[in-house]
């Protein structure tokens, strides 16, 4: 079992997918793909700008059905480790109030892959508000969207 440090800031999520790390990993991680997904039920991504390297960016705006606007968000890459880690700061532009640091973690488990999203926030009131707000049932939705996407157009 792992341990997470500043439990008390923390939103956790674990899946496992019928799948092995490198495809899990490469699906996640490949420009072709991600808009495909990325975001909750229903929500279109488009990806503006996006370097996956230590120190680059992920820039992607989301649309909901019915809506004339756009949410953008950016996601500036803090570590990288090729097919075990990604951590990254995620922030809306314009809104210092709400920048959350997230750690993705690819675990082999027998020819599947368990994954793990640790969403850090400053505050225990911010990863409250988080939460409250739905947070945690949208990055399931993106992974609902994943698991669907994986399955559809990959082959393992």
Not at 40 to 43: F, I, N, S
Not at 126 to 130: E, L, T, W
């Given at each position: 079992m792992r341990t997470i440090q500043h439990r008390e800031r923390t939103l956790v999520i674990e899946r496992v997918f019928d799948a092995p790390r490198e495809l899990v990993y490469s699906t996640w991680t490949d420009a072709e793909h991600i808009d495909q997904w990325w975001g909750?039920?229903?929500?279109t991504t488009r990806t503006i700008e996006r370097n996956f390297t230590v120190g680059g960016s992920w820039i992607y705006?989301?649309?909901w059905p019915g809506s004339d606007g756009e949410k953008q968000v950016e996601s500036k890459y803090d570590e990288i480790v090729p097919g075990e880690k990604i951590v990254w700061t995620e922030s809306i532009p314009g809104d210092a109030s709400n920048v959350v640091n997230i750690t993705i973690m690819f675990e082999?488990?027998?020819?599947?892959?368990?994954l793990t999203i640790l969403m850090l926030h400053r505050s225990v009131e911010?990863?409250?508000?988080?939460e409250q707000g739905g947070m945690l049932n949208g990055y399931n939705m993106v992974l609902d969207g994943f698991t669907t996407y994986l399955s559809?157009?990959?082959s393992s």
């Open positions: 909750p039920t229903g929500v705006a989301m649309s082999d488990q027998g020819g599947e892959t368990k911010q990863k409250d508000m988080n559809e157009n990959t």
